[in-house]
Every structure is written in structure tokens, then in C-alpha cells.
């Protein structure tokens, strides 16, 4: 893992594709609460693991949609006895990898500031998180409701996604005031992005206006 800013760490990327010709590539972050602290999407990579122990553990971890669910989480939740949480329409496909301590379905504030904001349409549990960093920046956690591949923004289709809710997502989405966004998976790009509130609505439009369809595609 390595810092994006002094109390938000990126995770060694993961590239779950073999083909070299596909850059899909695969992070998670580390949010240094002033609680302890959380975990966001999937770290797969022990060396990550050892950089969590020497940074005091893991309290909570959270899931944006049950794609970052894997083998990695139930060693971190192990070792040092975090919670985990998900959206309550992930529970089924997480439980296949770990067994979540709590689920949400509604907005929830944790901490009392670690917003959790369902955000259905990628997967039908899909959901992002929204944190004011007492350093001064805006942080969104937004899975792959929206993300990048290459040089453009998409939303990403799968075969359960569902259209109708991921545009009434993106609407969501758009009524907030980020000024780093965060990735879970992306094409060639890196899975972090600052954004000005005129990027961040451009970034928005062109997201609803080119959806990335991988319906008739396995994920990995």
C-alpha cells in the first residue's frame, strides 16, 4: 500500500486477468479514521495485509458491491477481527467468500462522518461511501458505478446490473461534491481522480452517455 493523501493509502493493484492485452486493473484503500482504521474494497495482496498491521489494524471494513468480495477479506477479518459490512442485496455472493458482520439497505452515517449512500444499478447491491477528511478534502468511494477506462468516463453494465436504478444512481451521484473520486476497478487508468464540481458533472454526462456492456461477457 502506498498514500494518496497523509490519511488515505491506496493498495497494491490487482490485475485479475491474465491476459496482457486486458489492463483491467483492481485497488482498495485504506481510510485513516480518526477512529481507527477502514478498509474500502477488496486487498487481496499480503504484503497490503503487513502494511495494515504496522498501521495499527483494520476496524471496519466495507464493501462497495459484492465483486470485491474474495479469499483476502476473510484473512484480513481473521487477523485482526474488524467488522465487515455490506449492502444487504450483496449478502448472498460475499457470503460465498466471507461472512459479513452487518448489512444496511438505507443511508447510514457511521462515526459521524463516514457516510454510507446505496447505490444500486452496477450490481443490485452496489453502494458508495462519502467522507469529509478533516485535512480538507471531499472523498468518494464509488465502486464501479461509475469508473474509467482509458481516457473516458463509463458506467459499466454486467449481467446483474440494472439500467434503470444505475441512472437513478449516477442522478445521485451527481447532487454530491466530491474532490477525490475512488475506484475499485478500472481500464488503464489509475482508480483515484481529483475532480472540480464542473469535472465532476462532466465526468457524470459522459458516464450516462457511454455505458461500458459486459453483459454478454465473463466479469474476469
Known sequence: MKPL??????STPEFPVEDAVNDL??????LRHPRGNLLIGRVENPLDHEVLADAG???????THWHESAPGAAVIQQRFNNALY????????VSRYVEPDNTFSQPETHFGDFHLLPTPGHTPGSCS??????LGLTYLFVGDTITRSHDRWVTVLVPDSNPTELQQSLEFLRTLRPDVVLMSTTHGHLSWQKVTLQSWLAAIDEAEQQP?????QPLF
Not at 489494524?57 to 464493501?63: A, N, P, Q
Not at 461500458?212 to 454478454?216: C, E, S, T, V
Request: charged share 15%; proline share 5%; net charge neutral.
Open 5 to 10: 493523501y497523509d490519511d488515505l493509502w491506496i
Open 25 to 30: 486493473m483492481m485497488h482498495g484503500f485504506m
Open 57 to 63: 489494524g483494520v476496524i471496519r471494513h466495507y464493501f
Open 86 to 93: 455490506c449492502h444487504n442485496r450483496s449478502l448472498g455472493p
Open 129 to 134: 461511501f462519502l467522507y469529509h477528511s478533516p
Open 212 to 216: 461500458l456492456d459486459l453483459r454478454q
